[in-house]
């Protein structure tokens, strides 16, 4: 598609489980951001793709969590063990190259009962 | 009880006025500034950038200026319209890096 696409949409599960979230960025783009955004809140950094490597993923507020890219395109952030503070809408950008405005899908909304 | 963090800074504007969102930006090694509008249930969508060797930028109906000096950055919105309400963010990204920090946000409602 045109534009950065993110499944699913919205995501309820029960505390204690894993769950996936899927990125797939517009085609072409190098770069893959995650950011978590809780409810009236800015967005926080989570971890950079460059290609399939990660030189940045100092925002990942535990080891529960995780992001994979392959293929240089579909990226996957999975959450072990979800806990309710997991609870926010997640949300993937990409970019052409480091110079360029990230390009954000409308997000995962976890919900976390 | 409510949270500190649902109270964003609002501001409400007629049609047609013009509107000015301000940002404080936290570090001046920061080289490139973007604004970002976002929808209730969508993702931040890209307005306007502008690198530190400017102070100015104009684009469709916005301008951004930047004030090194005193790190702050504006985003003014010609003829505001209705749907122009949504949650405005300023985002600052330091030379060498790639990743964006964020504002907390400005809420913009515009009344008709």
């Known amino acids: 598609g045109a534009g950065v696409s993110q499944s699913p949409s919205n995501k309820v599960t029960e505390k204690g489980k894993d769950v996936e979230l899927r990125c797939d960025p517009i085609?072409?783009?190098?770069?893959l951001y995650w950011y978590r955004q809780s409810l009236g809140q800015g967005l926080e950094f989570l971890i950079y793709?460059?290609?399939?490597?990660?030189?940045?993923k100092s925002g990942l507020p535990s080891d529960r969590f995780s992001a994979e890219r392959t293929g240089g395109s579909v990226s996957t952030l999975t959450i072990q063990r979800t806990q309710q503070e997991d609870s926010a809408v997640y949300l993937c950008?990409?970019?052409?190259?480091?110079?360029?405005?990230?390009?954000f899908g409308d997000g995962t909304r976890l919900s976390i009962l | 009880g409510e949270s500190v963090g649902l109270h964003l800074p609002t501001l409400s504007v007629q049609e047609g006025d013009n509107s000015i969102i301000n940002c404080a930006y936290s570090?001046?090694?920061?080289?490139?500034f973007i604004w970002y509008k976002q929808e209730s249930g969508k993702g931040p969508q890209f307005i306007i950038d502008?690198?530190?060797?400017?102070d100015k930028r104009q684009g469709q109906r916005v301008t951004v200026l930047l004030n090194k000096t005193v790190k702050h950055l504006s985003l003014q919105i010609a003829a505001t319209q209705p749907g122009d309400s949504a949650v405005y963010f300023c985002?600052?990204?330091?030379?060498?890096?790639?990743?964006?920090?964020f504002g907390k946000g400005t809420m913009l409602l515009v009344s008709p």
């Open positions: 950008a990409s970019s052409g190259d480091r110079g360029k405005p990230q390009h």
């Open positions: 085609s072409g783009h190098t770069a």
């Open positions: 793709f460059q290609g399939n490597s990660a030189p940045d």
């Open positions: 570090n001046s090694a920061s080289d490139y």
């Open positions: 502008i690198r530190s060797n400017m």
């Open positions: 985002a600052e990204k330091v030379e060498g890096y790639s990743t964006l920090t």
